[in-house]
């Protein structure tokens, strides 16, 4: 199990807020696509993950139009 400093952004539906959401964790993971899964339970749900060149995981997440993003980098 591997040690990631986890960032969650939850994007704003509202044209006229650019303003978005951010919460940060440190977490241990085994499985980074699972622990995505598990917090969008919703049917609904679709995963784009994006393996950048320094090792940086993102997940892309749209839940029924709201749209958020996971920036996983080990620490």
């Known amino acids: 199990m591997k040690e990631y400093e986890v960032v969650h952004e939850i994007f704003n539906q509202c044209s006229g807020n650019q303003m978005r ?3 940060i964790e440190e977490a241990q993971i085994a499985d980074l696509e699972e622990y995505v899964k598990s917090r969008h339970k919703e049917g609904s749900a679709s995963f784009e993950r994006e393996d950048l060149a320094d090792g940086t ?6 839940v029924a139009g709201l749209l958020q993003r996971y920036t ?4």
């Not at 995981?57 to 749209?62: A, D, I, L, S």
């Not at 996983?72 to 620490?75: G, V």
């Open 21 to 23: 959401d951010v919460f």
């Open 57 to 62: 995981v993102m997940f892309h997440v749209n």
């Open 72 to 75: 996983f980098t080990e620490l």
